[in-house]
């Protein structure tokens, strides 16, 4: 039906069955069940905004479900003529699928596609074959604190008479950071670890020990010739995570040295921490350098954790954030002794050993 012709045309809708006429039709004709129900208001094809479908073509269906009218400028279907059929394309391998299929393409699922296809490669498998190991004998010295202490007497003098708590096995990561390794190797073989504290103890996280000073004091006094190491200053250094017990680290975000020993243009950083669990300790990565883990010995190092510190009353650490708030030196140095062990563990010996193939993968027990 043109569109013309179309003015004036009226639809009468029953139950779910149309009937109707054009121009010059009674309008009083009715569908087979003789009940007429609404009439639908005048309809110019011209400038109506019904819906249209694939083809084109008009879509009426206004009051509820029922069989549709398809209309185009030249042509009137009705459920007695029904639309012929779309003519089919021709098949090709690689076609583009219809918008109409049953795919739906959402926001979501385009944000994700495009999420997933500019997703980093993955990162490489850090080398954590262990080139080196090291050992680090711990005791407990008894006479360290006693009150007749005069000041002729050192730390050697003292502990003669120790309590052996064992020997940590400790396997170093020389391909991934070996400045680092080098030095802490350096440091055991030339026994400057020997005879020195371990300072500070966290339990249920950490122990630190090579905190440098005075050597009578049980502090470490570092060789001349120790090399700079510049994997400090360095993001690839920091990728290992303090994930679990038996972690060997090199101390910077927890490094206590004094400043006055920082400021040195000659100063070397070997104080080192050694985790003991019994989780991990998040707040140290990326912040200090893995270097090694423990082989042998996770008892020793879970009887340094169980050795009792110095804890202070939530009253002085109250007065001590506000000294530190108001400028006071004397804060920071009265923190020296906060988590300090009440007994004298020191590490008695250290060395290198010597092992047929050095290069294997770590073993904990």
């Not at 009937?19 to 009083?28: A, K, R, W």
């Not at 490669?121 to 005069?150: K, Q």
């Not at 390794?181 to 090579?210: D, E, R, W």
């Not at 038996?246 to 927890?254: D, P, T, V």
């Amino acid at each position: 039906m043109a569109a013309g012709a179309a003015d004036g045309f009226f639809r009468y809708v029953h139950d779910g069955c149309l009937s109707g006429g054009e121009m010059g039709i009674d309008p009083t004709v009715h569908c087979t069940s003789r009940k007429l129900v609404a009439p639908l208001v005048f309809l110019n094809l011209e400038t109506s905004c019904f819906p249209r479908n694939r083809h084109g073509e008009i879509v009426l269906c206004p009051f509820h479900p029922c069989p549709l009218l398809h209309f185009n400028s030249t042509t009137m279907y009705s459920p007695l003529n029904p639309p012929p059929p779309p003519p089919l394309l021709p098949h090709h391998h690689h076609h583009i699928p219809s918008l109409l299929s049953s795919t739906t393409i959402t926001r979501r699922s385009l944000l994700l596609s495009t999420s997933l296809s500019t997703l980093s490669p993955p990162r490489p498998t850090l080398d954590t074959t262990i080139t080196d190991r090291v050992f680090l004998d711990f005791s407990i010295c008894s006479n360290y604190f006693r009150p007749d202490r005069t000041l002729s007497d050192t730390f050697s003098t003292l502990c003669t008479d120790s309590t052996p708590l064992g020997r940590l096995v400790l396997g170093l990561y020389g391909h991934l950071v070996p400045l680092t390794v080098s030095n802490f190797k350096t440091m055991c073989t030339s026994y400057s670890y020997k005879n020195t504290l371990v300072h500070k103890i966290f339990p249920g996280q950490f122990f630190l020990a090579g905190r440098q000073g005075r050597r009578e004091k049980g502090e470490v006094k570092v060789p001349q010739d120790l090399a700079r190491n510049f994997e400090s200053v360095d993001s690839k250094a920091f990728k290992l995570t303090h994930s679990g017990p038996g972690i060997l680290s090199l101390c910077l975000s927890e490094n206590d040295d004094e400043d006055n020993i920082k400021l040195n243009p000659e100063y070397r950083n070997v104080e080192f921490l050694i985790t003991t669990g019994p989780g991990p300790c998040p707040q140290l990565d990326y912040k200090n350098i893995v270097f090694g883990v423990v082989l042998e010995g996770l008892d020793v190092v879970t009887s340094i954790a169980s050795i009792p510190t110095y804890k202070p009353s939530d009253r002085i650490r109250q007065f001590n954030d506000l000294a530190e708030f108001l400028g006071d030196e004397r804060a920071q140095n009265a923190r020296t002794i906060w988590n300090k062990p009440l007994k004298t563990v020191y590490i008695s010996d250290c060395g290198e050993l010597k092992v047929a193939k050095p290069s294997l993968t770590p073993s904990l027990p």
